[in-house]
């Protein structure tokens, strides 16, 4: 299923110098802001938390994931070169799976290692805290990328609707709506977070299990559903 010449392409194009500067600025930012408060606040444990919970999980994960996810698939059926893509006998579930793949090892570098190492910054060892960011991240990698390569074969537009996404739905709704929870990738990497961290600053509403169950069906359930736009695709050229 995972397509090793397609992964090598995606990667080198995603890897394009500009856009690694791109990828790099939110987490400098949040490692810069943690080493700040370190030095402001000391040996104070009040503040990691509930700043590399919000910072860490509200915004550099999901805007990371935002231009990767974005950028694996969306460009390439906004400049039809996709087309030469689908003409091959690749199944187009497998250049999914692949896109996917990249897509999140590339997060996971650029979002989810730099969260565990703010933590380790920010309580001064490698414990259970920055463990719990660095795996709680890397679960919002996962489901984040699978959710905006799933956008990118909705709409020519898929930066615009990620935003949206991240804005209302994660920023708003789900701090709003109690049920909404459920359907939270932000959630889902704060219930696993939560669970090894063990810190209630964390702002988890979800146990670690539910938080892992779900996480895994909105995967599975995005990715199929962006194989079967691809799919069609291919039918009516129109994404």
């Known amino acids: ?15 394009g110098r500009k856009r690694v ?25 009040s503040w990691p938390a ?28 906004d400049d039809s070169s996709i087309l030469h893509l689908l003409a091959t006998p690749v199944p187009r579930k497998s250049i ?8 999140t090892g590339v997060t996971l570098a650029f ?5 565990f190492v703010a933590g380790v910054i920010a309580i001064g060892k490698a414990g259970s805290f920055a463990v719990g960011l660095g795996v709680g991240a890397v679960l919002g990698s996962a489901v984040y990328t699978a959710v905006f390569l799933l956008i990118s ?12 996404y991240v804005a209302v739905w994660e920023g708003l709704v789900t701090n709003l ?28 509403h979800l146990t670690a299990t539910t938080a892992l169950i779900l996480a895994v069906i909105a995967s599975i359930a995005a990715l199929t559903l962006a194989s079967n736009r691809l799919r069609s695709y291919t039918l009516t050229g129109d994404a």
């Not at 509930?50 to 694996?72: D, K, N, W």
């Not at 979002?111 to 969260?115: G, I, L």
Request: hydrophobic fraction near 55%.
């Open 50 to 77: 509930e700043v590399l919970g919000r910072v860490g999980f509200s915004a550099l994960l999901p805007l990371t994931a935002l231009i990767v996810g974005t950028s694996v698939l969306g460009a390439e059926i």
């Open 153 to 164: 074969t909705i709409t020519r537009h898929p930066v615009a609707f990620a935003l949206a």
């Open 1 to 15: 299923m995972f397509n090793p010449t397609i992964a090598r392409i995606t990667l080198r194009a995603l890897l």
């Open 21 to 45: 500067f791109l990828l790099a600025l939110p987490a400098v930012v949040l490692l810069l802001l943690t080493v700040a408060l370190k030095a402001a606040h000391g040996t104070s444990t």
């Open 177 to 204: 709506v109690p049920g909404a929870k459920y359907l939270s990738a932000e959630q889902y990497s704060l219930g696993l977070a939560n669970s090894i961290a063990k810190n209630d600053a964390l702002n988890s």
């Open 96 to 103: 999914i799976l692949t896109k996917a793949v990249v897509a």
């Open 111 to 115: 979002a989810a290692v730099p969260e």
